[in-house]
């Protein structure tokens, strides 16, 4: 059976804490929630009860709360359980962004289910969240080409035209928030996917 998205109530930019990371490519989670965060005037907070930061928005849809876990990447998991717990959200209603090596730089997806595709972030949540069924925003970073080179490419910056075409791609992305919250997951995937470009290939990296 088919899982469908709740109106988003949770949503959560994954990377990894820091100076030292702010910039690289496995962070495209935290940027989208830093850019959604200054769209709507939002300011993150830390939350030591979530091992994170938390900011919340008031949509003319509802409330959405902003999460960026503060516990490094592979230990995504329970700082987002320990958030959806205390607000009482269920795993359908929440959506996670995070950065892909199987799309391009430019391309955005929204994905509901499925596996984790060897992305350590997304694996930590399938064992804290007890399985698959939450809402993914996939920003595209590209493959580096060789499996051995993904974890040094993931943790290091795009080049100049690489990060103006996902910061136009996050730009796009945000538009659909508001749809997200209103439970209108359709609407905001015709937006988000019409005319895009096709992902990459490569579908099962680890890193």
Known sequence: MSIRPEPIRLLVGLG???????ETRHNAGFWF?????????????????????AAR???PAGDCWLL???????????????CADFYRIPPEAILIVHDELDLDPGVVRL?????HGGHNGLRDLHRHLGGPNYARLRV??????????????V???????????IEEAIDKALDQVPALVAGRWDEAVRNLHGGSPKPATNSEETR
């Open 16 to 22: 990894n804490p820091g100076p030292r990371y702010a």
């Open 33 to 53: 929630v830093d850019a959604l965060a200054r769209r709507y005037a939002a300011d993150f907070r830390p939350e030591s009860r979530f091992d994170g930061e």
């Open 57 to 59: 928005l008031n949509l």
């Open 68 to 82: 960026k876990p503060m516990s490094f990447m592979n230990k995504s998991g329970l700082p987002v359980r320990k």
């Open 111 to 115: 994905k509901m289910g499925g596996g």
């Open 140 to 153: 595209g970073i590209g493959h580096p080409g060789h499996r051995d080179d993904v974890v040094p490419f």
């Open 155 to 165: 943790l290091d910056r795009p080049g100049k035209a690489d990060t103006q075409v």
